[in-house]
Each structure stands twice: as C-alpha cells, then as structure tokens.
C-alpha cells in the first residue's frame, strides 16, 4: 500500500456500552496471569545466575526465553488475524499452563537439571509467540480510540506493580522452596487469567469470521505492509536498536551484581524492585501528566535515556548507585513501550493488526537472544562494566544517525501528522459489524 494511507478502513472501536467492563475483566485477568509469569520469570533467572555464575549460561537462558517466541510471532499474529482473539489468547495460554504443569512434577520428582529449566521456559516462550501480538491486537478492539494511550499506559502501571510485587516473591518462593513452587503457581495464575477473560466480549474482524485468503498470503502480505509503511518500518527499526544493545545488555546485570557488590539473593531482589519501582512510576506518568505528550517525542526522549542510563550502570562503584541507575532505567521503559505500542495501534488497520504486533514480537524476542550471543560469552572474558558502557555508547549514536537519515526525518514527521489525540465522539468510535464471543 502507499505510505502515505495510513487511515484505517475499519475501526476497531468496541460497543460503547460495555468498554469499561471488558478493560476491567481484561486488566484484571492479564494482571494476575502476569503475576505468576514474572515469578517464574525471576525465579529461573536468578538460578541460573546463582548456579552457574557463567555468561554463557546466562546467554542461553536469554535464547531459550526469546528465541523460540520470535520464530513462533510470525505465525502467531497471522492466526490473530484470522481467529477471534480471545479465544486464540485462551488457548495459548491453557496450552502454556498444562505444559507448565508437566514439567513442574517432572521436577518435583527429582529431574531439576538446567537443562528441564531450559526447557520449561523455551515452552512458556513458544506460547509467548502466539499469546502476546494475539493481545496486544485485542486492545483496540475493546477501547475506544480517545482511550487507547490512557489503557495502555494502565496496564504498563500493573505490569510495573506486579514487577515490583513478583521480584519480592520469588525471592521468598526460591529461598525457602526452591524453583517448582513457581511453576506450581504460574498454573495457578493462568487459570483464573483465563476465566477471568473468558468474560470479556471481544469482537471477531469480518475478515476473521469469513477468511477468503491463505495462510501463506497473509504471512507474505504482513511483511509486504511493514515493508512499504514508513513509520511502522523506522519504529521496528528503533525497536529493534532498543532490545539489541540496552536491553540485551542489562540480563547481565545480575552478573554484575554478583560478581562486583555479592551474591545474596536480597541484592539481587532490590535490584530488580528498584527496576520495577521505576517502571511503576513511568507507568503512572505516562498514564496521567504524559498521556497527552508526543507519542514520538516520548519514544525518542526514552531510546537515549536508556542508551545514558546504561552507560551509568557500566560506570557504578558503589551498590546503591547502582540501584538508582536501575530505578532510571526502569523508568523509562514505559515512557518507551506505551507510546510506541500506541503508535503501532493508532496507525496500523485493525485487520493487519495481529500481524504486525507478531513482526513488533519477533524483533523483540530475536534482538535480545542476538545481542546477548554475543554479550554473555563476552561477559566471561571481559568485564561486564566495559560491555554496558560500550553498549550504551554505540546506541547514542546509532539512535542519532537513525533520527538523522532521510527516511528517519521523513518516519518522524509522519508520525507528528498522524498521530493527533482522538476527540471523544469523533467517527472512528463507530463499531464494526463484528461477531461477539
């Protein structure tokens, strides 16, 4: 398609006499899935580093965690633009919970090896693949246009509130029981996420009611549409920037940690509280005093945050320092992730939705395990200090030279057009015709 027809033919707007409760029983859900998710989260990578205290390893779990949900993105956005939604969301994370489960009496039955580890979360990121561009595509089917940045922002507060509660924990799960108390409560979670968004009334896109194109066709015209839509495109590109040198960096952290300031498992706790204090802060912000702010300014102002914030921790002597440059660095992260998702929603078709949220998944899930294959072996051969600085450094200017190229001026003034704060009884608050589930 041009690049200039950014206009969605269809709105995705939801019926508005029922869009509060549908967030409600939505939020709630995703919260408390999201809870037992980021225990195990924290509790696997917390063994693996106390375990091995090996970069390597370290690497691998970053592979393990990403790897398998970046190849599995693309056919997962393309089936949540052919399948209704919720249902697509609750079997993928049905079929997580029950492989969980599997595998935590496995390892209640005495085979704990790294190796099982690995492979539960290489599991738990195959469902990642298709669970998260399924929800993320859901959003705006249920939330008017004028309320997409506030919700967004919402459910970036109670991710960064369950990031600060999960840290606090899987300490206490992994130092008094040990990591299959995690799983056990993971399956926990995920069952009453799933009942909790079995209520929620999610439209299925007329396209997705009656499919009249292939598999393949659908793959094939995703990558063609974010190959010939500018802001899409430069937006993967700072993405992908984003994951590959800062946030890949900072899984080794932790190692850092261990090896500079010690080795307690309350340190490595505080480190991630003060991360997610940050992040719960952002979240807040970005919701209330920012949600009217540039969405590109926002994007911009965070990707050198990050870059600046990662160039500190590399330069910290002193532990507490520490923390606060990871509280920082938290921080920005929902100033970076709200308005970009926003953007993506704002300007993508809601029928394309799905597919491109699977290409925003697989640059995620791919530049993290990339760029940690290359510094987590490193970071047994040189210093993970010099590697944070470095990585930092790098992203100031590569973030400049991709502001500075043609197309990146050309991406950014696209945005400012496009990107206009929806007034509250405009016409895309008109629902589809759409089948309810």
Known sequence: MPETSLAPETSPAPAPTNWKRNVAL???????????????????????????????????????????QGLVSIFGGVLADRMNR??????????IAAVTLILALLMANGITALWVILLAVTVRSLGAGVQTPTVQAMIPQIVPPHQLMRVNGMFQTISSAMALLAPAMAAGIYAGFGVVPAF????????????????VRVPTLDRAAEPTTTYRHDLVEGIRYIWTHSIV?????VFAIIFMLTVAPSFVTPLMLTRTFGSAKWMLAILEIAFSVGMLLGGALISTWLVKRSRIGLVLTSTFGFAIFTVALGLSANLWVFYGFMFLFGLMVPLFST???????ETV???????VFSYVGIVMALATPAGMVVF???????????????AGLVTIVVAIVAIMVPSGRAAIAAVRATSRPVAQGSALEKPPTAQIQ
Do not use: N
């Not at 919720?86 to 049905?94: E, F, M, Y």
């Not at 078709?349 to 597919?355: F, I, S």
């Open 86 to 95: 919720k249902t697509l969301t609750i079997i993928a994370d049905a079929g």
């Open 339 to 345: 308005p970009f998702m926003t953007l993506i929603q």
């Open 233 to 237: 495109r430069w937006l993967l590109l």
């Open 376 to 390: 987590g072996p490193l970071a047994d051969v040189i210093s993970v200090q010099t590697l944070l600085v470095v």
């Open 184 to 199: 056990f409560l993971d399956v926990s979670t995920a069952v009453i996420g799933i009942g909790l968004l079995a209520l």
């Open 349 to 355: 078709e809601p029928e394309m939705h799905g597919r």
């Open 26 to 68: 939505f939020l709630s859900g995703q919260t408390v899935s999201l809870l037992g998710s980021m225990v195990v989260q924290y509790v696997v990578m917390w063994y693996v580093t106390l375990e091995t205290r090996s970069g390597l390893a370290i690497a691998l779990y970053a592979v393990c965690a990403f790897g398998p």
